[in-house]
Nanobody
Framework: QVQLVESGGGSVEAGGSLRLSCAAS????????MGWFRQAPGKEREGVAA????????FYADSVKGRFTISRDNAKNTVYLQMNSLKPEDTAMYYC????????????????WGQGTQVTVSS
């Protein structure tokens, strides 16, 4: 089993920055990719970014490219999401997820999910 705990959410003004953290505990061999997803009220959950834990390859949604950066610290079993130039449309609950990468899409293959951390961006 793998447990994921997110932290770092909060409220910021547009243009501001936040850094989310996702600490994983349990067997690290149960996953090889970690990702961030978000869900705003009344909207479907969407993928934000992902990283392969071995190769370090990263993937981003078009809406966050150039503004968000995903990174990992394998020694700490922690993944980070640095969010810069935040916009009101980034407001959502952000979830960390882990699982096995499936060929073709970084949006799939997630087995483990955290409880989420709220990000609110005011205009």
């Amino acid at each position: 089993q793998v447990q994921l705990v997110e932290s770092g959410g909060g409220s910021v003004e547009a243009g501001g920055s936040l850094r989310l953290s996702c600490a994983a505990s349990g067997n690290p061999y149960n996953y090889n990719q970690m990702g961030w997803f978000r869900q705003a009220p009344g909207k479907e959950r969407e993928g934000v970014a992902a990283i392969y834990t071995v190769s370090g390859n990263t993937f981003y949604a078009d809406s966050v490219k150039g503004r968000f950066t995903i990174s990992r610290d394998n020694a700490k079993n922690t993944v980070y999401l640095q969010m810069n130039s935040l916009k009101p449309e980034d407001t959502a609950m952000y979830y960390c997820a882990a699982g096995w990468a499936l060929g073709g899409s970084w949006l799939k293959g997630y087995t483990y999910w955290g409880q989420g951390t709220q990000v609110t961006v005011s205009s």
